[in-house]
């Protein structure tokens, strides 16, 4: 499949099996620029999501910090499944939420299970945190072929840990997270992503597919109109950053270098306000600090030195105070990243300085799904740890500025996709490649495609927020 404008990441061509099995996945992208409507609310292709789709990909499952300590668990819920995730003194592991006897579920939301272990509230069965059976009640009732120990404790559920949080695979033939990652791992361990903490943590129901929710975060084209105060402050620099039109360039007025840096430290504002800890306050004033003393010279000189002091300063104030804040300039020269970086199927790092936001998006129906958001930052270790989200309703104001404007537009676009005459979607091949991308991966999943060809094409689609639609190799 070779695409205008597209870019080749995979060397892999299209068997004659995987074209026949691609083929028999209903409302399959087939043009990479168009998008069937019905893939974001058809019951029949999201129970087919839910069979072929969910079981078999990594998700981010929890946060670390919401099980510091040996016993503490967390539950995951996906769909129709639920997953315990749990730290032992081996380490982090998962089971499956269901009591061997009759299929209770063993615990609900999160606790601690280091005394108690895991205790069926129905008939009183119990497992320690290693998942091994300890007590039936009445053992003498059963027959002893009932009672094989193998078939009697939790059932195992692949487990990996990445930056500061644990994911989950109910596939036990999957590749290692870490391949299936690939190259947005690095860029993102270059910045310590694994000493983030949370300072912030908020959920939501929307009225929308779960595709739909991640489309809204995956190019920057909507900047102009859905986020007006970031489009009219944003400085020539951010522009490529932020997608500001369809080239990624703004056209710029003579201005001094005091304007260019006024309107600069007016956007870390925004984004410190609007975008929930992806800029953070002692960033701002390490900014205004420095915009005092370098608002004289050219402006395309200043803006460079400017940005690559506030990084310096970021990195040393970070240092001082014993905080794992990398060295930020050296960080980016070896690699460079994304202003949204995405994480196959349903997570999001949106990286800046020091700090990030994270989003997670998880199914619930057809037209509903459960959208999470977190706020991270170097923090040191006696800060409050939060474990437990505030859940808000979408137009609540206590949500931030820049993803409460997304949340706005999406009821009205899961109603428009079931219009008279909207059959698909119609996206730019070169800055809406993302959706394009991903929703192929979708397809591969549901055809059944191999887990290593699978694995590698993730490895594409974890990449390229304003991108092009780039070839899978299927």
Known sequence: MQVRGAKM??????????????????????????????????????????????????QMACRLEEIPEIGDYAE??????????????????????????????????????????????????????????????????FDEENLQAAELNLVPVRVELWGGSAFINLDDDAPPLRECLGPVAERMESRNLENLRV????????????????EAFMEGYHVMRTHPQLFQKQTEDMAGYFGADVTGKVPMKEETA??????????????????????????????????????????????????????????????????????LNAAEEKHPYYSVEYMFPHYFLLPYYSGMSSYRIRPLTPETCYFELWSLAFLPEDA???????????????????????????????????????????????????????QRLI?????????????????????AFNGPIFDLGF
């Open 199 to 214: 300072e912030g943590w908020w959920a939501f129901e929307l009225p929308t597919n779960w595709k739909l929710a991640m």
């Open 258 to 327: 005091e304007e260019y840096l006024a309107k600069t430290v007016s956007l870390l504002e925004r984004l410190h306000t609007g975008m929930a800890g992806m800029v953070l306050q002692s960033e701002i004033a390490i900014a205004e600090r420095l915009r005092k003393e370098h608002a004289g010279g050219d402006v395309a000189t200043v803006g460079k030195i400017f940005n690559r002091r506030v990084k310096e300063e970021i990195y040393a104030k970070g240092k001082a105070k014993g905080l794992p804040v990398p060295d």
């Open 76 to 141: 995951y819920k996906i769909l129709d499944k639920s997953v315990i995730i749990v730290r032992t003194k081996s380490g982090v592991k998962a089971f499956s939420n269901a009591c061997r006897h009759r299929g209770v579920q063993l615990v609900m939301e999160r606790g601690n299970c280091k005394n108690s272990g895991f205790i069926c509230p129905f008939h009183g069965w119990r497992w320690n945190m290693e998942g091994q059976n300890t007590f039936i009640y009445g053992k003498r009732i």
């Open 9 to 58: 990441r995979v060397e892999e061509r299209m068997t004659e099996s995987e074209a026949a099995a691609l083929d028999k996945v209903p409302l399959r992208v087939t043009n990479p620029q168009r998008i069937p409507s019905k893939r974001y609310y058809d019951a029949a292709f999201f129970e087919l999501e839910r069979e072929r789709f969910w079981p078999h990909v990594w």
């Open 384 to 438: 409050e740890r939060i474990t437990e989200p505030t859940v808000l309703p979408i137009d609540s104001p206590e949500i931030p500025e820049i993803p409460r404007q997304d949340y706005s537009n999406l009821p009205r676009q899961q109603l428009g996709l079931h219009a008279k005459g909207f059959e698909y979607m119609r996206l730019s091949h070169q800055m809406e490649g993302m959706i394009s991308n991903y």
């Open 443 to 463: 397809d591969g999943y549901l055809a059944g495609l191999d887990h290593q060809k699978l694995g590698k094409a993730q490895n594409t689609v974890n990449q």
